[in-house]
């Protein structure tokens, strides 16, 4: 029996779009039926242990989404061995999680809005979490497909 596939979403914090893209994949995954193991975690550790911004929380409670039980972590290096997919938001932490990454890890690292190859903008000044929101759940759908089919 295959284990379950393992994916990581990161942002910068781990406050706005990784718990967002977290909570959506794994409602999605659910109703599709897919075994999954999910996570979500920041490059900068500023918000450790902190919940989701309150913003976020609302928009994906309004969505019928569930964040209220995920809290902010920092990625680590033991990361890149425990999940098979690490999916960042954007360029930036992409960049971050590719100098962090052990030689030899074995978890595919890419960009969340594959194979677009665009960035999720950050909400947490300009307050877009709607839109933000919208672009994650179609990027998930599309992984949701992606794994189905592996």
């Known amino acids: 029996m295959n284990k379950p596939p393992r994916v990581l979403f990161v942002c910068?914090?781990?406050?706005c779009r990784s718990p967002l893209a977290h909570g959506v994949f794994r409602a999605q995954a659910a109703r599709a039926g897919l075994m999954i193991e999910a996570d979500s975690a920041g490059t900068g550790g500023w918000h450790a242990g902190d919940p989701p911004d309150r913003r976020a929380q609302a928009i994906a409670q309004a969505h019928g989404y569930d964040l209220s039980d995920l809290r902010a972590?920092?990625?680590t290096r033991a990361d890149f061995?425990?999940?098979?997919?690490?999916?960042?938001m954007d360029r930036s932490n992409l960049r971050d999680l590719q100098s962090l990454r052990p030689e030899g890890a074995r978890a595919e690292l890419r960009l969340f809005l594959h194979p677009a190859q665009?960035?999720?903008p950050d909400p947490y000044y300009d307050g877009r979490f709607s839109h933000v929101l919208e672009l994650l759940e179609?990027?998930?759908e599309?992984?949701?497909a992606e794994l189905q089919r592996a």
Not at 12 to 15: A, D, H, K, M, V
């Open 118 to 120: 665009d960035d999720v």
């Open 12 to 15: 910068l914090g781990n406050i």
């Open 73 to 75: 972590r920092q990625v």
């Open 81 to 88: 061995d425990r999940f098979d997919l690490i999916l960042a």
């Open 142 to 144: 599309r992984l949701i």
């Open 138 to 140: 179609q990027g998930v």
